[in-house]
């Protein structure tokens, strides 16, 4: 059983930045490929960015240049630097952990609104 836990959320203008945690209880982190996912209101959720075990990475085209999915193994968390935000980044941010089965946290509210 994995627990994840999503802090950093809340509210901000546009342009600015938010950087998310994910802290992990996985006795074996750094095997699992980590991803970020989002749902605003009335949508599905999407992927919006992921890291491998060897910290390859990948962004949904929406966020690419503005957001930086980054892990810290011997922390057992992953980041999500979020740069330029805009309105349409609203959403509850999901932290994933993908290995034989996939882990989700609670959510962590994301607001951009002047």
């Known amino acids: 059983q994995v627990q994840l836990v999503e802090s950093g959320g809340g509210l901000v203008q546009p342009g600015g930045s938010l950087r998310l945690s994910c802290a992990a209880s996985a006795r074996l982190f750094s095997i699992y490929v980590m991803g970020w996912y989002r749902q605003a209101p009335g949508k599905q959720r999407e992927l919006v960015a992921s890291?491998?075990?060897?910290?390859?990475?990948n962004y949904a085209d929406s966020v690419k240049d503005r957001f930086t999915i980054s892990r810290d193994n011997a922390k057992k968390t992953v980041y999500l630097q979020m740069n330029s935000l805009k309105p349409e980044d609203t959403a509850v941010y999901y932290c994933n952990a993908a290995g034989n089965l996939n882990y989700w946290g609670q959510g962590t509210q994301v607001t951009v609104s002047s």
């Open positions: 890291i491998s075990a060897s910290s390859g990475t």
